[in-house]
């Protein structure tokens, strides 16, 4: 099992990380090529991190000194139901278990926060991901948001 680089520090986000984050969700965007206005992705941004705000949200970034290199976040959908967004990490901090480490992290914050179960959608040409996800103990379920990508996949953890 692949440990996170001891340089690597998980903290939620703050004053000094929001524009960074901001930075990473727009990488996040031009490397993912699809059009997420179904999801009112330009509103997010705009407001960022108004959606994931405490106490039913979190946002989570991973620094490397004061760059932020990837992030998640949480929001609740439903009575004791959240839903995990925004994973990513830069491409070069990708493969040391930062991913693991944010998803872990933002696990635990869920179910801090009293969740029962946490979803997330993907997609199947994702395989990375999904595979970290079922990992995880994540399970495919069915379409539980609107999402008109073809290979969109929908997974949720009880907790």
């Known amino acids: 099992m692949m440990r996170m680089p001891e340089n690597i520090k998980i903290e939620k986000l703050s004053d000094a990380t929001v524009e960074g984050a901001k930075g990473l ?3 996040y965007l031009d490397w ?3 059009d997420l206005c179904f999801q ?4 997010e941004l705009e407001h960022f991190p108004d959606k994931y705000r405490e106490p039913e949200g979190a946002f989570l970034v991973a620094r490397d000194g004061e760059a932020v290199v990837g992030c998640v976040g949480l929001k609740k959908i439903g009575e004791g139901i959240c839903e995990m967004k925004r994973l990513f990490v830069k491409d070069e901090y990708k493969g040391q278990g930062i ?6 992290a933002i696990v635990r914050e869920a179910k801090n926060k009293g ?3 946490m979803r997330l ?8 991901a999904v595979a970290l996800y ?3 103990g994540f399970k495919e379920i069915g379409q539980y948001v609107e999402n008109p990508i073809d290979d969109a996949v929908f997974l949720e953890k009880e907790l």
């Open 32 to 34: 993912i090529q699809i």
């Open 99 to 104: 991913g693991k480490g944010l998803a872990d």
């Open 115 to 117: 969740y029962s179960r």
């Open 121 to 128: 959608d993907s997609l199947k040409r994702m395989g990375t």
């Open 134 to 136: 079922k990992k995880l």
């Open 25 to 27: 969700i727009r990488k």
């Open 40 to 43: 009112h992705i330009e509103e």
